[in-house]
């Protein structure tokens, strides 16, 4: 019982650690996107002294990666400057893949540490297999180890923990099952993105209690919103996708337009109102998951440019 006691504790430390570094990464994640929209109205050295706060109180917590996780945001911020000099093609296009890697680095966490929870487990087994004589024992502490700790690792990989929808690597497993799908038969399908408005603000002015609050809200009256087949992922701080299985642009915009109001019409406590922007696309037989993905980015990032609060489409040519 004291080495599954140990596991357990080991295991809960290492949930805590990815819970860290998805704080830092989701900071990151939102100063690029200000930078990339370029909104005058938004501080955007408010967030960078956000991700420099994070960075150096999680730096005691002993994080793997850590340093990496420092060199790219260093990275980050001088693209960034070259990137707002000069916003061409190639310099955003740096700046994005820049910020991939704080992702990378969060997977590469997230799967050194269910790897290590697997060889643990090995370890459990040794004193099982003295108790068995005490068989149903044994099966009892199997049955703890299976339940509490190895699945809830397994479910850091599926779930985002704030939300509790799927997360941003899972979102692209499904996507890429969804391409391989409609490239082997005649199959449609197509992807929401969308972006809440001015969240920054929600955290500065109610603090981030109220903005988790909004995040999970939204999150929940999505799911709602759509059907069981549909994947509702986190794709970034404030950022999500829906995956639509077997639907075409039309009604994926359709779905993206009520699933709009149905934000701006819910009263939330204490913040009021809250509204998202929108974008929508659909699979194209020449598609990889970057390049779909890239189509619908763009589709949000013109709702967002557009005055916030709408759907846009890009089946090719942003509409």
């Given at each position: 019982?004291?080495?599954?006691?140990?596991?357990?504790?080991?295991?809960?430390?290492?949930?805590?650690?990815?819970?860290?570094?998805?704080?830092?990464r989701?900071?990151?994640?939102?100063?690029?996107?200000?930078?990339?929209?370029?909104?005058?109205?938004?501080?955007?050295?408010?967030?960078?002294?956000?991700?420099?706060?994070?960075?150096?109180?999680?730096?005691?917590?002993?994080?793997?990666?850590?340093?990496?996780?420092?060199?790219?945001?260093?990275?980050?911020?001088?693209?960034?400057?070259?990137?707002?000099?000069?916003?061409?093609?190639?310099?955003?296009?740096l700046?994005?893949?820049?910020?991939?890697?704080?992702?990378?680095?969060?997977?590469?966490?997230?799967?050194?540490?269910?790897?290590?929870?697997?060889?643990?487990?090995?370890?459990?087994?040794?004193p099982?297999?003295f108790?068995?004589?005490?068989?149903?024992?044994?099966?009892?502490?199997?049955?703890?180890?299976?339940?509490?700790?190895?699945?809830?690792?397994?479910?850091?990989?599926?779930?985002?923990?704030?939300?509790?929808?799927?997360?941003?690597?899972?979102?692209?497993?499904?996507?890429?099952?969804?391409?391989?799908?409609?490239?082997?038969?005649?199959?449609?399908?197509?992807?929401?993105?969308?972006?809440?408005?001015?969240?920054?603000?929600?955290?500065d002015?109610?603090?981030?209690?109220?903005?988790?609050?909004?995040?999970?809200?939204?999150?929940?009256?999505?799911?709602?919103?759509?059907?069981?087949?549909?994947?509702?992922?986190?794709i970034?701080?404030?950022?999500?996708?829906?995956?639509?299985?077997?639907?075409?642009?039309?009604?994926?915009?359709?779905?993206?337009?009520?699933?709009?109001?149905?934000?701006?019409?819910?009263?939330?406590?204490?913040?009021?109102?809250?509204?998202?922007?929108?974008?929508?696309?659909?699979?194209?037989?020449?598609?990889?998951?970057?390049?779909?993905?890239?189509?619908?980015?763009?589709?949000?990032?013109?709702?967002?440019?557009?005055?916030?609060?709408?759907?846009?489409?890009?089946?090719?040519?942003?509409?």
């Amino acid at each position: 019982m004291l080495f599954v006691y140990q596991f357990y504790r080991n295991s809960k430390d290492d949930a805590a650690i990815i819970n860290s570094l998805g704080k830092i990464r989701g900071s990151i994640q939102r100063y690029v996107k200000l930078i990339l929209v370029k909104d005058e109205s938004l501080d955007v050295t408010e967030v960078e002294r956000t991700v420099n706060e994070l960075i150096s109180q999680y730096e005691n917590d002993n994080i793997p990666f850590l340093e990496s996780i420092k060199t790219t945001w260093s990275n980050i911020k001088e693209l960034s400057d070259k990137y707002l000099k000069d916003s061409n093609h190639s310099n955003r296009q740096l700046l994005i893949n820049e910020s991939e890697k704080i992702w990378e680095t969060s997977e590469n966490l997230v799967r050194s540490k269910q790897y290590s929870s697997e060889n643990d487990m090995v370890y459990l087994l040794l004193p099982v297999a003295f108790l068995t004589l005490e068989f149903f024992v044994g099966i009892g502490l199997l049955y703890i180890v299976k339940k509490y700790v190895y699945d809830n690792l397994e479910s850091i990989t599926l779930y985002d923990l704030l939300t509790d929808v799927y997360s941003r690597r899972y979102f692209f497993e499904l996507l890429k099952g969804e391409i391989s799908k409609a490239q082997r038969k005649e199959y449609m399908f197509s992807v929401i993105m969308f972006d809440i408005d001015h969240f920054k603000k929600v955290n500065d002015t109610y603090g981030h209690d109220k903005g988790d609050y909004v995040l999970k809200t939204i999150a929940d009256i999505v799911k709602s919103s759509i059907r069981k087949a549909d994947a509702l992922s986190r794709i970034g701080g404030e950022e999500f996708t829906i995956l639509l299985p077997d639907t075409n642009i039309d009604k994926a915009t359709a779905l993206a337009e009520r699933v709009r109001r149905s934000v701006e019409d819910y009263k939330f406590d204490v913040v009021g109102r809250a509204t998202i922007s929108l974008g929508v696309t659909e699979f194209k037989a020449d598609d990889s998951s970057d390049t779909l993905f890239k189509r619908v980015d763009e589709a949000m990032y013109l709702a967002k440019n557009s005055g916030r609060n709408c759907v846009k489409v890009n089946s090719g040519g942003v509409q």
